[in-house]
Structure formats: structure tokens, C-alpha cells
């Protein structure tokens, strides 16, 4: 089982940036970021093919996210840019060592983390 720890959530006015961190216990063949927001379902916003570096995204997220990854300190990134009130959630790190499903397909996550806050206000 991979062990996965976020941090790096807190408050921003919109158009602000924050940098959320996965440290990870392993890196597996995708790791993902995912959010949800209270009754609404869990959703994919970035994944990195760790072997290639390749990474995808949301369509909302386009052009403002990216996600990256830093082997030697086992860590994982969400850079947020230009924030929207919109990208308030819960992040969750996640990694999958399945193959098959479409990347944002929470299903296809083996290991989640417990999460961190994104709050962006007006």
C-alpha cells in the first residue's frame, strides 16, 4: 500500500496561487490529483505518467495547473494558478498502479490521501 500525505491547502482570494505537496512512500505508473466538493462527485484535475514525466488535465484546470514531480524528495505538486471560486474543494492525491480506465476515473486509484482544503473566495 502507498502512503500518501498532501499539504499546502489554505484560503486565497481568487486569482491567488497555492502549491499543494504529495509525499509519497512510492511512485507508482500514474499519480493524480483529484478534487471533491461536498455533495458533488470526485473529480480528476492532473495526472503525471511518472516513468515519461507526460502529464494531462482537466479541462477546467487547463493553462492555470501543473502538475510535476520531484523523485529525489518523493514529493508530487499541484501548482494552482489564477484561482476561481469554482476550485474550492478537497485535493486528494492518489496513485494507481492499474491500467486500463481513463486517468480521472477515481476507480482506477489503488492509494488516496486524507486530503487537503482549497478554499478561493471573491
Known amino acids: 500500500q502507498v502512503q500518501l500525505e498532501e499539504s499546502g491547502g489554505g484560503s486565497v482570494q481568487a486569482g491567488g496561487s497555492l502549491r499543494l505537496s504529495c509525499i509519497t512512500s512510492?511512485?507508482?505508473?500514474?499519480m493524480a490529483w483529484f478534487r471533491q466538493d461536498q455533495e458533488k462527485e470526485r473529480e480528476g484535475v492532473a495526472v503525471i505518467y511518472t516513468n515519461t514525466g507526460n502529464t494531462d488535465y482537466a479541462d477546467a484546470v487547463k493553462g492555470r495547473f501543473t502538475i510535476s514531480q520531484d523523485k529525489t524528495n518523493n514529493t508530487v505538486y499541484l501548482l494552482m494558478n489564477a484561482l476561481k471560486p469554482e476550485d474550492t474543494a478537497k485535493y486528494y492525491c492518489?496513485?494507481?498502479?492499474?491500467?486500463?480506465?481513463?486517468?480521472?476515473?477515481?476507480?482506477?486509484?489503488?492509494?488516496w490521501g486524507q486530503g487537503t482544503q482549497v478554499t478561493v473566495s471573491t
Open positions: 492518489a496513485a494507481s498502479r492499474s491500467f486500463g480506465l481513463h486517468w480521472s476515473r477515481p476507480s482506477r486509484y489503488n492509494d
Open positions: 512510492e511512485f507508482t505508473y500514474i
